[in-house]
């Protein structure tokens, strides 16, 4: 079946602009979690979304970073006023599991890369 | 949940096996040892998870020390495209918000 996907697969912006970064869960999937991975960094914890649950934020660097998920389905991440230090692979993943067991595999798309000149 | 420590970087043989090591000395009863890797230029997938006994599937095996403060992945015959960072994470029953914390990880390169 269809995995994770996400758009774009690359995002090149100027610096101020805001962007919108898009993820399709797997059909399903009632938990979604964003990630990003800066170069030379590991990857870390952005947001999680999970059924009609208020969304776990505790990971958004700083208020430019904001997501929603509409209809439980798909996500949008967007980052207002781009910096430089915000170019990185931003991931996407969904989970059939409730995220509050510590068995449930989560499955990645393939990223989307975002270059802030 | 509780921290690992995973060496930076290992070598193999292609058609070799390859151990790669994870401590975990203060995982606690509800931890789950979960291992994910990253291909160069790809999201993290799901390789294997385990709570006390030892695992199998196609991809590897995952090794739980008896007293868990350590596991062990194993790639029973490693190719090229094994090449990837090996992350070794613990996920307890009611971990925090479902997210996965990832470490720096364990970047395994093989030889033709």
């Known amino acids: 079946g269809a995995g994770v996907s996400q758009s774009p697969s690359n995002k090149v912006t100027e610096k101020g602009k805001d962007v919108e970064l898009r993820c399709d869960p797997i059909?399903?999937?009632?938990?979604l979690y964003w990630y990003r991975q800066s170069l030379g960094q590991g990857l870390e914890f952005l947001i999680y979304f999970q059924g009609n649950s208020a969304p776990d934020k505790s990971g958004l660097p700083s208020d430019r970073f904001s997501a929603e998920r509409t209809g439980g389905s798909v996500s949008t991440l967007t980052i207002q006023r781009t910096q430089q230090e915000d170019s990185a692979v931003y991931l996407c993943?969904?989970?059939?599991?409730?995220?509050?067991?510590?068995?449930?595999?989560?499955?990645f798309g393939p990223g989307t890369r975002l270059t802030v000149l | 949940d509780a921290k690992t420590t995973q060496p930076n970087s290992m070598e193999s043989n292609e058609e070799e096996p390859v151990h790669l090591p994870c401590n975990h000395s203060?995982?606690?009863?509800?931890?789950?040892i979960h291992w994910y890797r990253q291909l160069p230029s790809q999201g993290p997938e799901y390789v294997i998870h385990g709570l006390t006994s030892n695992v199998n599937n196609r991809m590897a095996s995952l090794a739980i020390a008896e007293d868990r403060k350590s596991s062990t992945l194993i790639l029973h015959r490693a190719t090229l495209r094994d090449a990837a960072v090996y992350y070794c994470i613990l996920r307890g029953f009611y971990n925090q918000g479902g997210k996965l914390i990832f470490g720096q990880g364990t970047e395994l390169s093989v030889k033709p």
């Open positions: 993943a969904s989970s059939l599991a409730p995220g509050g067991r510590g068995t449930d595999t989560q499955y």
């Open positions: 059909s399903g999937h009632t938990a």
């Open positions: 203060t995982i606690s009863g509800t931890d789950y």
